[in-house]
């Protein structure tokens, strides 16, 4: 029986920027389950500040903006929490902290007041970092890891945290082509097996073209196209980025 598609992202004449200043304008977007949609344009373009909205580190400067059905206005950090994973493209360098220990925070919107695991929270870590070929770094320091690794451990906490949507910005900006294509895989692998809705902001178009199902690209102030990826044409490209 196939899955019933959600919609986890529904905006709506919205425009986002800073300080009540509008760099994207009159947006309206449905990312549904089971998609992944990366947001390409250039910089400035307005990909960081659509992620940064949808997580609340700022707010929209007007309009509608619904995360699994409910006004991001209404959402508590936790209700995100239980909603959302992000992973984001500035490293994490916590000392002392384990690969398990960072993958296991994941799991904080559900454990108690002392962050105590439960059998459960142990097993879905175990299972997320399996996923993404980091159980074997369990044990190790994450300072002792490489800057790929490191990020697949996050990707690891990311799907430990068990959300419907996983917001990606920039993830593999700073990762060699092996790490690059694990962590595309295993984000492949999550959206099919899990059926949750990814939103990337990616500049390797050509992982944009392997990972993602759409694409949502931004220029001059608005959304100037929404398409299958399939459509995503070097000569679009070319116009896209002015070359």
């Not at 659509?50 to 699994?68: D, F, M, Q, R, W």
């Not at 992000?86 to 919107?109: K, Q």
Request: hydrophobic residues 40%; contains cysteine.
């Amino acid at each position: 029986m196939a899955a019933v598609e959600t919609n986890l992202i529904c905006i709506r004449n919205a425009s986002i920027g800073y300080g009540g200043r509008a760099v994207v304008s009159d947006m309206n977007l449905d990312i549904t389950s089971g998609t992944i949609a990366a947001l390409i344009g250039e910089n400035g373009s307005g990909k960081s500040t659509l992620l940064k909205t949808l997580i609340k580190e700022i707010p929209p400067v007007s309009g509608s903006i619904e995360i699994n059905g409910t006004d991001i206005a209404r959402l508590s950090a936790r209700d995100i929490a239980r909603t959302m994973a992000v992973v984001m493209t500035r490293m994490v360098r916590p000392e002392y902290y384990t690969c398990f220990d960072m993958a296991s925070s994941g799991r904080y919107p559900y454990t108690d007041r002392l962050g105590r695991l439960r059998e459960e929270d142990r097993t879905a870590v175990e299972e997320a970092m399996k996923l993404t070929g980091t159980w074997e770094l369990a044990d190790r320091y994450v300072t002792d890891i490489s800057d790929g690794q490191r990020q697949l451990v996050m990707l690891s906490r990311a799907i430990a945290q068990e959300p419907r949507l996983l917001i990606l910005d920039e993830p593999t900006s700073f990762l060699d082509i092996r790490h690059r294509m694990l962590f595309a895989k295993a984000v492949k692998e999550l959206a099919d097996r899990k059926h949750i809705a990814v939103l990337m902001s990616m500049h390797e178009l050509d992982l944009v073209r392997d990972m993602a199902d759409r694409f949502i690209a931004l220029k001059d102030g608005r959304i100037d196209r929404e398409d299958s990826v399939d459509s995503l044409t070097d000569d679009y490209i070319r116009e896209l980025f002015r070359l």
